[in-house]
């Protein structure tokens, strides 16, 4: 009872850190956006309106350029356990903290227009963790999307999954399966989850499944390139992410999304998952707005190479 005090405590603290920062604050509180009458703002306006009509970004975040807003933010969200030990708590414990930093940034980024967010939710190389803790992370896995299910219907998002079924729990599988099938005609944002998942793996399953066309004479190996490896991942038909996020101050990617990040940005907040607040977020926005993005080319006037 007194863990569930605490817990309670937190969520709390959280959403009132979030209505402090202006995460959730209502438009007229802010400052008018400077960007307000540029052409190109309107423009990517009226882009982000096409999938989303009810994203208003200049109200949301008003210093940032809506053009300089990625399409795709993948985040590693990093510390659960760590968070959860620091207060005495089991570790199972600041993974369901951390759910709550998930419903706040994801419902923050539909605000914004932004279009795809995957969140690493469970690697390949966490089956190498105690039993208990995985036992609980699957369990933790059902509950979510029985819990989100209707959310996600009512604010018309699709979700989906990627990484290998293969090895989960029947429940889990027919738990994904069922909310990606209630929620495919999604229109305003793509929420992604990847779960047993390893990039590495994934560009193996794609390799082999190439080879296997190939033996089959479906494709000409001649013909393979970026394009049709892309197309063989299991984020086929999702843009590549623009930003990395990860938190709890770690700096490496740990085998999460290596094709597809090749030229995203990245951003490492020290604060764990848990206490990842749209303000966070936002800090990572304006970070990633404020950056130079070359894809490898010069920029005239500079000294890059």
């Known amino acids: 009872m007194v863990s569930e005090g605490r817990m309670k405590q937190h969520g709390a603290q959280q959403r009132s850190s979030g209505a402090s920062t202006g995460g959730s604050a209502a438009p007229a509180e802010r400052a008018p956006s400077p960007h307000a009458a540029d052409p190109?703002?309107?423009?990517?306006?009226?882009?982000?309106?096409?999938?989303?009509?009810?994203?208003?970004p200049l109200a949301v975040l008003p210093d940032v350029h809506p053009a300089r807003l990625p399409r795709h933010i993948a985040i590693i969200m990093d510390g659960n356990g760590r968070w959860a030990v620091k207060r005495g708590f089991p570790r199972v414990i600041g993974h369901r903290a951390g759910a709550g930093s998930v419903r706040s940034t994801v419902e923050e980024c539909v605000r914004l227009g932004i279009e795809v967010v995957t969140l690493y939710s469970f690697s390949l190389e966490n089956w190498k963790r105690p039993k208990d803790e995985v036992e609980a992370l699957m369990q933790l896995c059902i509950a979510y999307l029985a819990g989100e299910e209707q959310e996600l219907l009512r604010n018309d998002i699709r979700f989906k999954v990627i990484g290998r079924r293969e090895g989960l729990?029947?429940?889990?599988?027919?738990?994904?399966d069922r909310v990606e099938r209630v929620t495919s005609g999604g229109k305003r944002a793509t929420l992604c989850l990847a779960i047993n998942y390893g990039s590495r793996?994934?560009?193996?399953?794609?390799?082999?499944?190439?080879?296997?066309?190939?033996?089959?004479?479906?494709?000409?190996?001649?013909?393979?390139?970026?394009?049709?490896?892309g197309d063989h991942l299991y984020t086929a038909g999702?843009?590549?992410?623009?930003?990395?996020?990860?938190?709890?101050?770690?700096?490496?990617?740990?085998?999460?999304l290596l094709w597809q990040i090749s030229y995203a940005e990245l951003f490492v907040s020290d604060v764990?998952?848990?206490?990842?607040?749209?303000?966070?977020?936002?800090?990572?926005?304006?970070?990633?707005?404020?950056?130079?993005?070359?894809?490898?080319?010069?920029?005239?006037?500079?000294?890059?190479a």
């Open 238 to 256: 999702l843009p590549d992410p623009d930003l990395l996020i990860r938190t709890a101050g770690e700096l490496r990617l740990s085998n999460y």
């Open 272 to 304: 764990f998952w848990p206490d990842f607040t749209p303000e966070h977020l936002h800090q990572a926005l304006r970070a990633f707005a404020a950056r130079s993005r070359r894809f490898g080319a010069v920029q005239e006037g500079t000294l890059d």
């Open 169 to 176: 729990p029947a429940e889990v599988v027919a738990a994904i």
């Open 40 to 56: 190109a703002a309107l423009r990517a306006l009226a882009a982000i309106h096409a999938f989303n009509p009810d994203a208003d």
């Open 201 to 229: 793996a994934e560009i193996a399953d794609a390799t082999r499944d190439i080879a296997r066309k190939a033996a089959r004479g479906e494709i000409d190996p001649e013909t393979v390139d970026e394009t049709v490896l």
